[in-house]
């Protein structure tokens, strides 16, 4: 089956819907990067409604990107920039209405127009991708389902309105004067209710047509037979003329008494502009677009079908859509003894599915469909727009190579690192036993410099040694990592305060905590994290006694963030990335023990489980280290 696409309102109609049931958000600009058309897809998925969009600027929807990669500049033109990211997918952000963003994928295409050339841009909602790949990266984690809600009977009432907008429908008494006006009309014929009722229909005639009485005859006509159709000039208010659609009907009261008549017209210069500017979009767009029946045959496709597949468009009309898509496309729609067709459909809507195409000569590739439904004269058709994924699929196989590379090098690294460490001890334990002995027997037998040099030595050893600990205990850290379950913090908290309990009774810091909740995690490795924050909230205290609170609050998008704030020292905003270095200290040996290792530590663990680590805090003023947990099923 094949669809009539000459111009005819019917096809004008056709190309609309066929816009409108655009799988992904269509949106048109202009070189000034206004919006000049949008589906009902960019509606759904920015919040807004279309006159709140349309002659707005691109940058109210994508903030970032869009616009630098599109405008001219001193180097080259507008065209040139279009040039360069034709067929590319670019991932950008969205901004929705309320002010959420979200994750996008743009291909972009020209169209040349009478306004000059446009760009056309099919962005698709990528957050669930966006979310496996990040899985995929961390490799842990679960996935979110995406929420797909259609409200298709909102929508067909919304375009129903629009449509209306589109035809003229006044009233006239019997003899031929205007008594009411749509706002439709007002847009086609130009006058407003005011001017125009109580004068006769006759205006809106050709001079010639009105000498020839051709109004009367029309009038003649419908009160004889009760409804008139035809098509003919009609002339606007500022003397232009438009060919219209019209449509007559006497209006009767139950007696049969001629109450007068009613018109419907339709503007066909407007159709016809329509249906050209809806196939040029269509014709445009960056992805494959594909219409097939229910049967499975192919009624439509669009430029960009024929590229992928390598095929002309009169090789795929009429033919079946496993010429092109071989396997798991049909099983996917069409009915069988457990579902409809319609049932079938609807549980793929909204799902960018990946399968693969087969070229013209035999090549297949991976692509991904989305698909929508388009009510029509034939029945129910889908719309299946077809991306080719070549470049984001080898960009998988990359990550997922580099993945492994790098889990492998990571392995090696903990490998050295504990060998290493662990190799290294034996002949340090030697010296540091030496110099010991030469310390103990020497000391005041040698020269003053003699017992300096000596000491120098002995400490020197000692933290050799701690360093080399410290080491091992980094390289171990975050190795059980997997082995994860549901625990109370409140609990571990408990466990790393009773480790800390000398220090605490030593310093007479006060430690309190707010309800904290019950999560999925590591407890050995939360309760190190604990133990080196709090640890050090009271090494680094300020001249009054300590003060530590632990809390807990959950937040949408990071999952629980934990906060462990003190009243110490504080620390300058430029050393805030710098302490959660390896062996990075602020403070000299003198002032404080240690090596610098207990906030590496910290960020190593939070990360493995998937979180982040930061400070905020002012000199002399306390120090606040929050560090987020995603949430996994917690409570």
Not at 514 to 543: C, E, H, V
Request: proline letters at 3%; one cysteine or more.
């Amino acid at each position: 089956m094949t669809l009539d696409l000459n111009g005819s309102t019917e096809s004008a109609a056709r190309y609309r819907g066929l816009l409108e049931a655009a799988p992904d958000a269509m949106v048109v600009v202009n070189q000034d990067g206004g919006i000049v058309l949008l589906n009902v897809q960019a509606e759904k998925q920015f919040g807004y409604q279309r006159d709140e969009l349309l002659g707005q600027k691109i940058t109210r929807i994508i903030p970032e990107g869009f616009a630098e990669r599109l405008i001219a500049d001193g180097t080259r033109t507008a065209a040139e920039a279009l040039a360069q990211q034709i067929g590319m997918g670019i991932e950008l952000s969205g901004r929705r209405k309320d002010g959420s963003e979200f994750p996008i994928e743009i291909m972009l295409s020209p169209l040349e127009s009478a306004e000059g050339i446009l760009v056309t841009a099919a962005i698709r909602n990528i957050s669930v991708r966006k979310q496996a790949e990040k899985q995929l990266a961390q490799t842990e984690g679960g996935r979110r389902l995406m929420e797909d809600s259609l409200r298709e009977s909102e929508e067909r009432y919304r375009l129903l309105l629009d449509g209306i907008q589109s035809y003229a429908i006044f009233a006239m008494d019997p003899g031929g004067r205007v008594t009411s006006w749509n706002a439709g009309a007002q847009r086609i014929k130009g006058y407003t209710a005011d001017e125009i009722i109580g004068h006769n229909f006759s205006c809106f005639f050709p001079p010639e047509d009105i000498e020839l009485g051709r109004p009367e005859e029309i009038l003649r006509i419908t009160a004889a037979n009760g409804h008139h159709e035809e098509q003919g000039m009609r002339v606007r208010k500022d003397g232009s003329r438009f060919s219209a659609s019209l449509t007559f009907t006497a209006l009767r009261d139950p007696s049969g008494n001629l109450l007068g008549f009613s018109e419907f017209s339709h503007d066909l210069s407007e159709s016809k502009e329509s249906e050209a500017k809806y196939r040029g979009l269509l014709e445009a767009a960056p992805d494959a677009m594909v219409i097939v029946d229910e049967a499975g045959d192919i009624v439509l496709l669009n430029l960009q079908a024929e590229k992928q597949f390598g095929y002309r468009r009169d090789e795929l009309l009429g033919q079946k859509l496993t010429r092109i898509i071989p396997e798991g496309f049909a099983e996917r729609l069409i009915a069988d003894g457990t579902r409809t067709a319609a049932e079938a459909l609807a549980q793929q809507i909204g799902m960018g599915i990946e399968l693969y195409g087969r070229r013209r000569d035999g090549r297949e590739f991976p692509i991904e469909i989305m698909l929508s439904p388009l009510e029509s004269a034939q029945g129910i058709l889908v719309t299946a727009a077809i991306r080719n994924i070549t470049a984001r699929k080898e960009a998988e196989k990359n990550l997922l190579r580099t993945a492994e590379e790098l889990k492998q090098k990571n392995d090696q690294l903990q490998q050295f690192a504990y060998v290493a460490s662990h190799d290294l001890q034996e002949p340090l334990r030697m010296v540091a036993s030496y110099t010991q002995l030469l310390a103990k027997r020497y000391v005041g037998r040698l020269d003053s410099d003699a017992d300096e040099f000596i000491a120098y030595a002995v400490d020197g050893c000692n933290r050799m040694q701690q360093l080399i600990l410290d080491l091992l205990a980094y390289s171990r850290s975050g190795a059980d990592g997997k082995a994860q379950r549901v625990i109370s913090t409140e609990d571990v908290l408990q466990e790393a305060l009773m480790n800390l309990r000398a220090m605490i009774e030593e310093s007479g810091a006060v430690v309190t905590h707010d309800s904290l909740p019950t999560i999925m995690s590591s407890g050995s490795q939360l309760g190190q994290i604990f133990q080196n924050l709090i640890g050090n909230a009271i090494k680094y205290r300020s001249a009054s006694a300590p003060h530590v609170n632990i809390s807990a609050t959950k937040d949408g998008a990071k999952g629980w963030i934990f906060a462990v704030r003190d009243n110490g020292m504080g620390i300058e905003p430029q050393y805030f990335e710098k302490i959660f270095v390896l062996f990075q200290r602020l403070h000299g040996r003198e002032e404080f023990s240690g090596t610098g290792i207990g906030l590496a530590v910290c960020k190593k663990i939070v990360e493995q489980l998937g979180g982040t680590i930061w400070v905020e805090s002012q000199p002399e003023k306390g120090s606040t280290f929050y560090f987020s947990l995603p949430e996994r099923g917690d409570k």
